[in-house]
């Protein structure tokens, strides 16, 4: 029984490492680096390729016993690569209507942040009742919820083109549900908030160079 969960166990995080290293490389290289945001998005990919090029060589090496011919090499490389640009893709820029509060926060989706986007698409498969409830925002939207205008807010689009916060439904769920969506985006490197003043909901953002500090 034991070895059935731990394999169960390395199974999932076999799976789910490629995700981590797509998105927690991105934000390493937004972080550290202060790449722009696709090179930031590229990163994480070339990781995350370099991955699933080691797991198809370990399945290959196991099924034949051979490390192959430069040709097989470059067909594994060429499937990882094909795989990963395929899902970046779809997850930057694919979201169902039912993931979003309103239709007007919809057709601002695409100014969200590619890894803030890239971040809530993998959530979404294993969360598909995730809803966002807001994005860009400009200073008179605080006013309008009866709020004092915030300078520092990464509602706002920073100077790379791109709003670096987004808000995401927690009412109506159970409070470990929240915590464990809390704990994941903490783990993809993103910093988290939780607000309870005009509507309950996790403030997810990505630090901006613009406003350190910012929220």
């Known amino acids: 029984m034991k070895k059935i969960l731990f394999f169960i166990i390395r199974l999932v995080l076999l799976l789910v490492l490629p995700f981590i290293c797509l998105i927690r490389g991105a934000v390493f290289g937004h972080e550290y680096y202060q790449f722009a945001p696709w090179p930031a998005i590229l990163s994480g990919m070339g990781i995350t390729i370099v991955l699933l090029l080691l797991y198809f060589s370990f399945i290959y090496g196991r099924i034949t016993g051979k490390i192959g011919s430069a040709r097989s090499f470059k067909l594994r490389m060429l499937f990882a690569i094909f795989l990963v640009i395929g899902y970046s893709a779809y997850a930057v820029v694919y979201l169902a209507e039912s993931n979003v509060k309103s239709s007007e926060i919809k057709n601002t989706y695409s100014s969200l ?103």
Do not use: C, W
């Open 113 to 215: 942040h590619p890894i803030l986007r890239l971040s809530i698409s993998t959530v979404i498969f294993i969360d598909n009742s995730l809803l966002i409830t807001d994005g860009k925002r400009q200073p008179e939207d605080y006013k309008k919820m009866g709020l004092k205008t915030k300078r520092q807010s990464l509602h706002y689009v920073q100077s790379d083109g791109y709003v670096h916060a987004v808000d995401i439904r927690t009412r109506g769920h159970g409070a470990f549900r929240n915590e464990l969506l809390k704990l994941y985006f903490k783990l993809m490197g993103l910093n988290t908030l939780r607000h309870v003043g005009t509507e309950d909901h996790l403030h997810i953002s990505l630090s901006s160079k613009d406003k350190p500090g910012g929220i």
